[in-house]
């Protein structure tokens, strides 16, 4: 089965860090990009950030929002892919899901149940 | 980072067929043939209905069908049914950095 699982999310104040894991499996990870999507309380949603397959450099793209505080990163080994979030906002408050693209690219066809991230003192 | 727009609510009776728009710029939707419609139900992930404009993934109905004028991109459903009341969002790919990706605002599909 196709899956992704994210896990990592919680309560954290203002200011400090988390990290997400993404963790995949029933497909070729390493060919996918991938991408966090998050939506915060009845709200839409919101492109994040993305990182391409090794194939095309691993390289990575962010929101204007969280560019120079969050960090994508993978371990193709693991079939992982990491949200390092620092520098948390309130407004960083939302459900993050965890997507791929591959099969569609660049449209996100695999999506995982997502993980909440609450950022409250 | 402006979202694309989209109804706030669209509504139909069973067997009906109503279309969903999704306005962008030439930037995003006016500049390349890669917007994507996704599903949503209360409480679930997202689930892509349509990439490509008018493509469709494996084990989607053909009761949904997508199509783009210029920057205005449009979901169709025909034969409306019950199970296809949730929430959709347009994405399109924009290209810039800080940008690759601009989802659409939202529409509320009721099936009365």
């Known amino acids: 089965e196709v899956q992704l699982v994210e896990s990592g999310g919680g309560l954290v104040q203002p200011g400090r860090s988390l990290r997400l894991s993404c963790t995949a499996s029933g497909f070729t990870f390493g060919d996918y990009a991938m991408s966090w999507v998050r939506q915060a309380p009845g709200k839409g949603l919101e492109w994040v950030g993305f990182?391409?397959?090794?194939?095309?450099?691993?390289?990575?793209e962010y929101a204007a929002s969280v560019k120079g505080r969050f960090t994508i990163s993978r371990d193709d080994s693991k079939s992982i892919a990491y949200l390092q979030m620092n520098s948390l906002k309130t407004e960083d408050t939302a459900v993050y899901y965890c997507?791929?693209?591959?099969?569609?690219?660049?449209?996100?066809?695999?999506w995982g149940q997502g993980t909440m991230v609450t950022v409250s003192s | 980072q402006s979202a694309l727009t989209q109804p706030a609510s669209v509504s139909g009776s069973p067997g009906q067929s109503i279309t969903i728009s999704c306005t962008g710029t030439?930037?995003?939707?006016?500049?390349?043939?890669?917007v994507s419609w996704y599903q949503q139900h209360p409480g679930k992930a997202p689930k892509l209905m349509i990439y490509?404009?008018?493509k469709r993934p494996s084990g989607v109905s053909n009761r949904f069908s997508g199509s783009k004028s210029g920057n205005t991109a449009s979901l169709t459903i025909s034969g409306l049914q019950a199970e296809d009341e949730a929430d959709y969002y347009c994405?399109?790919?924009?290209?810039?950095?800080?940008?690759?990706?601009?989802f659409g605002t939202g529409t509320k599909v009721t099936v009365l």
């Open positions: 490509e404009v008018s």
């Open positions: 990182i391409r397959s090794k194939a095309y450099g691993g390289t990575t």
């Open positions: 997507t791929g693209s591959g099969s569609y690219f660049p449209a996100f066809d695999i």
């Open positions: 030439s930037s995003d939707v006016g500049s390349y043939n890669l």
């Open positions: 994405c399109s790919y924009a290209g810039s950095s800080t940008r690759l990706y601009v």
